[in-house]
C-alpha cells in the first residue's frame, strides 16, 4: 500500500518527466531568482504545491501528507517567495511541444495542421479587497458586500491531448476576445485554432494569416453572408454545396482592444475566406442551421465535411473546464491575494497538464485515444498509485452519442446551514437589547 510520502515522490517523478529538477533551478537563475539552501527549495515548493492541490489538503495538512516536518507558516512564505513568472514558464513547459511523438506528445494532427481550440470561463475567487478590485464582481453582486469576485479565464488548449497551452485570467467586465490576440502568440505556423461564435473578427482572422496560422469559428447570425452579402461582407463563388467563397473587408471602426497602428496596417485590407452552412440535429430539439468560417480556401485538400466534423470536436474544451474546475476544485480559489490567485490558477493548470501527461501515456500503452482516458483514474493514480512503476491499465470512457437523459432530481440539497444571502458584518451584528 502506498504511504502518504510515497504521493510525494509520485508528483515529483512526473512532475520531472515534463520539467525536470534542474531545468527548474535554472529556470529560476535564469529569472534572476535567489534563494538559500533550504528544506524548501522552489523545486520542492513546487511540488508540495501541486501535492496540496491534488490531496485537497490545507497548508497545515501539506506537511502531513509529504511527511515533511514543515509549518503552515512556513509553506505559505515560501509559496510567496515563488516568482509567478516561474509558474508561467513551467506551465509553458508542461505541455509537449508539436513535434514530439509518442503517448500523449504534441497537439493532434488533421491533415497535417496541428489543432488546438481557444476558449473561455469562469471561476470565484475570494472575497478580499486586492482581488475584488483587480478581477470585480457580477451585477448582481456588486454594491451589496457579499459574493465572490468572478475572474475569467481564457486558455488555449489541444484538440485530443487536452494540454493548456497558455491561459489568461482577465477581469469579470473584459470580454475574451479582446486578449484572443495575445493567445494567438503561443500557436505555431501552420497551426489550425477552433473557436466558438464571439471570438470571429475580421482583425483576428487576419492576425492568425499574418503570423502563418489559420482558424476556424462559427459565425454569429448576423456575420454570415446571404445571398450576394452587404457591406463589408461579400460573397465571391460557390464552392460546393452550402460552401462559399467569401470576401471580409475592414471595416471603418477601429476595435477597442487593437492599437492604431495594428489597425492602420489592416485598414482597407481584404480577406478571402470559406464559409460553409451545416445543420444541427438533436433528439428532443428543433433542426437549426450553423455557420462556420475559416481561412482554409482549398475545397479538395480541406473538405467541407471533414471540416464540420472537426468543429464539432471543439466541444471537448467543455470537459476540459469541466476537469479543471469541477474534478480538481478550481471552480472556487483560496488565495486571498492578488499574487497568490495568479500563482494558484498556474499552479492548478501545471497540475492538470501533469494529468494529462499520465493519460497520454496509459492511451499509448491501451491503444485508446488520450480523451478516452478517464481523468479521475488518472488523478487517482497519481496520487495513489507506487513510484517507480509505469500506469496501468486505467478506466476508459465510453463513446457516448446522442445520449438523452431525463431531468436531474434530488431529494436533499444536504445543506447544513442556510445560505448566505447578505453582507456578513451586517449578519453578524449582535442582536438589540431593549432597556426598560
Excluded at 487593437?258 to 489592416?266: F, G, Y
Excluded at 433528439?283 to 464539432?312: K, M, N, Q, S
Aim: net charge positive; with cysteine.
Amino acid at each position: 500500500m502506498a504511504t502518504f510520502s510515497a504521493a510525494l515522490r509520485h508528483v515529483k517523478e512526473h512532475l520531472d518527466r515534463l520539467v525536470p529538477e534542474d531545468q527548474v533551478r535554472q529556470l529560476c537563475r535564469d529569472l534572476g531568482y535567489r534563494w538559500r539552501d533550504r528544506v524548501l527549495g522552489p523545486a520542492v515548493t513546487v511540488q508540495l504545491f501541486l501535492l496540496q492541490l491534488l490531496a485537497r489538503v490545507s497548508m497545515r495538512g501539506v506537511g502531513r501528507v509529504a511527511e515533511l516536518s514543515v509549518t503552515a507558516q512556513a509553506v505559505c512564505a515560501a509559496k510567496m517567495r515563488l516568482p509567478l513568472a516561474l509558474l508561467m514558464e513551467l506551465v509553458r513547459r508542461s505541455a509537449p511541444a508539436a513535434s514530439s511523438a509518442g503517448g500523449g506528445g504534441g497537439p493532434t494532427t488533421w491533415r497535417g495542421l496541428p489543432v488546438y481550440v481557444a476558449d473561455g470561463t469562469g471561476v470565484l475567487a475570494q472575497d478580499a479587497a486586492p482581488v475584488a478590485g483587480r478581477y470585480g464582481k457580477a451585477k448582481n453582486q456588486r454594491g451589496t458586500g457579499w459574493g465572490y469576485p468572478n475572474p475569467k479565464l481564457l486558455a488555449l488548449f489541444d484538440l485530443e491531448g487536452g494540454f493548456v497551452r497558455r491561459i489568461i485570467a482577465l477581469p469579470w467586465h473584459r470580454q475574451e476576445f479582446t486578449c484572443l490576440a495575445r493567445l494567438f502568440k503561443a500557436l505555431g505556423r501552420g497551426a489550425l485554432a477552433l473557436g466558438d461564435r464571439g471570438l470571429a473578427s475580421f482583425a483576428h482572422l487576419a492576425l492568425l494569416l499574418d503570423q502563418g496560422a489559420h482558424g476556424c469559428f462559427r459565425l454569429s447570425r448576423g456575420q454570415v453572408v446571404f445571398g450576394r452579402g452587404r457591406a463589408s461582407r461579400r460573397r465571391v463563388r460557390p464552392l460546393g454545396r452550402q460552401d462559399v467563397l467569401v470576401r471580409w473587408q475592414s471595416g471603418g471602426r477601429r476595435p477597442g482592444w487593437m492599437s492604431k497602428t495594428r489597425w492602420a496596417a489592416l485598414a482597407g485590407r481584404e480577406l478571402t475566406l470559406r464559409q460553409i452552412a451545416f445543420r444541427v440535429r438533436r433528439p428532443g430539439f428543433r433542426t437549426h442551421w450553423a455557420w462556420i468560417v475559416t481561412t482554409l480556401c482549398d475545397p479538395v485538400a480541406y473538405p467541407a465535411e471533414e471540416l464540420v466534423e472537426l468543429y464539432g470536436k471543439r466541444w471537448q474544451v467543455e470537459v476540459c473546464f469541466r476537469d479543471l474546475k469541477r474534478t480538481l476544485g478550481m471552480s472556487l480559489l483560496s488565495a486571498k491575494t492578488l499574487a497568490g490567485t495568479r500563482k494558484e490558477i498556474l499552479a492548478f493548470v501545471l497540475l492538470y497538464n501533469l494529468i494529462r501527461a499520465a493519460m497520454g501515456r496509459a492511451a499509448a500503452r491501451q491503444g485508446v485515444a488520450a480523451d478516452r482516458v478517464s481523468f479521475v483514474d488518472a488523478l487517482r493514480w497519481l496520487l495513489w498509485g507506487t513510484p517507480g512503476t509505469p500506469p496501468p491499465a486505467l478506466a476508459v470512457n465510453p463513446v457516448r452519442r446522442n445520449r438523452a437523459s431525463p431531468p436531474r432530481r434530488v431529494k436533499s440539497k444536504g445543506y447544513q446551514f442556510p445560505p448566505l444571502n447578505g453582507p456578513r458584518d451586517e449578519l453578524a451584528k449582535p442582536p438589540c437589547e431593549v432597556m426598560l
